[in-house]
């Protein structure tokens, strides 16, 4: 009998080398103040999800978000999906536990269904929402509901408009010095926005574009290996969304 998907024994057996595993976790900041760490695997899915709250105008909060914790369930002696950086609680004071089959919630239904339409190239759904569980509800909560092999498939949001930043970052492959083409001219123009410089936009991956790469991870956290992967992307979307609604010139509808 294989493992019931989203169980504890699932994500040990999946993800058991996230498990308590810090050194690769990293921390993505939402739309708002809210920020939480996560595995680093899982970046480019939860720069998506990050991108609904965007377009949704969803804001978190900094004290009431957050992600891995390494724990057991309570009342258990099975580890959270938590424990490897795979969930986030967003505004849990909005979004609180009820275990009377009522689902209290901030969250627009349409933003909620922006998320749970974030599939694998394969079709499988990549989130897992509290508010769907049935013998609680945990409105706050969003946990990766794939394996590492079925993430690395790829990504698409289905049955709405993709921006085509997200569409071109995501489906990218990764690139790195040597590589050429229109990957790497948007990797390029990214770079631009996110280090204020001015590389040339040629879509030849040079020793220039790969030391502001190198700088860029530096800044972000991120392993510094020179390669424009989902995690570098996701980070670069993220890093210039902050930025630009801090001067007030950015606004996705």
């Not at 909005?94 to 998320?115: A, C, M, Q, S, Y």
Request: hydrophobic share 35%.
């Amino acid at each position: 009998m294989s493992t019931r998907r989203g169980s504890s024994n699932w994500y040990l057996e999946h993800w058991k080398s996230a498990l308590g595993n810090t050194s690769d976790t990293t921390i993505i900041n939402f739309n708002g103040k809210g920020r939480a760490k996560i595995n680093k695997n899982v970046l480019s899915a939860f720069t998506l999800l990050n991108f609904c709250l965007q377009e949704d105008n969803y804001i978190t909060h900094r004290n009431t978000t957050g992600g891995y914790n390494y724990r057991k369930i309570a009342n258990s002696n099975k580890y959270s999906c938590h424990a490897y950086g795979l969930a986030v609680d967003i505004n849990w004071d909005l979004n609180p536990v009820t275990r009377d089959g009522t689902t209290k919630t901030n969250f627009k239904k349409e933003t909620i269904d922006k998320i749970l339409n974030i599939t694998t190239n394969d079709g499988l759904p990549v989130f897992r929402w509290g508010g769907n569980y049935n013998s609680y509800k945990d409105p706050m909560h969003f946990e990766i509901f794939v394996t590492p092999t079925e993430l690395a498939k790829g990504l698409v949001r289905k049955n709405f408009d993709q921006k085509e930043y997200v569409k071109t970052g995501l489906d990218l492959k990764p690139v790195r010095k040597g590589s050429k083409g229109a990957g790497v001219k948007k990797v390029q123009e990214l770079l631009n926005e996110a280090l204020g410089i001015a590389l040339t936009t040629d879509g030849i991956f040079g020793a220039m574009t790969q030391a502001n790469v190198l700088i860029f991870q530096k800044k972000a956290g991120l392993v510094e290996d020179g390669i424009v992967g989902a995690n570098t992307y996701g980070k670069l979307m993220e890093f210039i969304g902050t930025e630009r609604r801090k001067n007030d010139k950015y606004k996705i509808v």
